[in-house]
């Protein structure tokens, strides 16, 4: 695929953050540190006051399944001119560890995950997706087509993107597991459960991992 040499960054938000979106303020700050060719950050959904530099695109949630709303608000991005030509997915919950660009990210997938009735591999990782939104926008799949699929597996395999297979990775808060910088590891990137920011441990840790306000602030 062909890419430009600065990226943008999607995000896709809907409206069920349990601590006013204080996840996505971290995870842009993550990714404005560690994305080398990172140009603009899109926010499709409800407004963010505080990234008063991100390109708000407005958009509720249409759909009655997770899945059409993902994939109406990513082709909405794409219909929008000032995107650039590839760019890269992103959720609220993904958060960055180590440089990297954006134009080389790979196609991570669940190793011996089947992908159904999106295709032959399982590419709904919990970490971002270079997408292309000419492609992207072409995708044969339907807001209306019965069943249940992933937009990110039905673009990769529609497309045929190479898969590194053992991408995904989710970071656990409790008592006994192990202290987050130690379940991350070496890993490039890492997610985050739904409850996770309910817990002030962790929530104190994220911010003294990224503590500084980004140029989208």
């Known amino acids: 695929m062909l890419y430009n040499k600065h990226m943008d960054a999607v995000y ?3 409206k069920g953050s349990l601590v006013q979106n204080a ?13 080398r060719d990172l140009d603009s950050v899109f926010i499709v959904g409800e407004r963010v006051d505080f990234l008063p530099t991100a ?5 509720e949630d249409e759909y009655p399944k997770a899945w059409q709303n993902a994939l109406y608000k990513t082709r909405l991005a794409c219909a929008n001119q000032q995107l650039s030509t590839e760019f890269l997915l992103m959720n609220d919950d993904f958060f960055l560890t180590k440089p990297f660009d954006g134009a080389d990210f790979a196609y991570y997938a669940r190793e011996h995950g089947n992908g159904g009735s999106s295709g032959r591999h399982d590419f709904s990782v919990h970490c971002p997706m270079r997408l292309n939104k000419e492609f992207y926008a072409a995708m044969p799949l339907s807001l ?11 673009y990769a395999n529609y497309y045929r993107a190479p898969a590194k297979f053992g991408g995904d990775f989710v970071i656990r808060s409790g008592r006994r597991l192990k202290q987050f910088d130690e379940q991350i590891g070496d890993r490039g990137f890492f997610s985050i459960s739904d409850g996770d920011m309910l817990d002030p441990d962790f929530k104190n840790w994220l911010a003294e991992k990224w503590p500084k306000r980004c140029r989208f602030e």
């Open 12 to 14: 896709i938000l809907g």
């Open 23 to 35: 996840e996505l303020r971290y995870s842009v700050r993550s990714l404005v540190q560690n994305m």
């Open 55 to 59: 390109l708000h695109i407005p958009a």
């Open 144 to 154: 209306d087509a019965r069943g249940d699929f992933s937009p990110r597996s039905f």
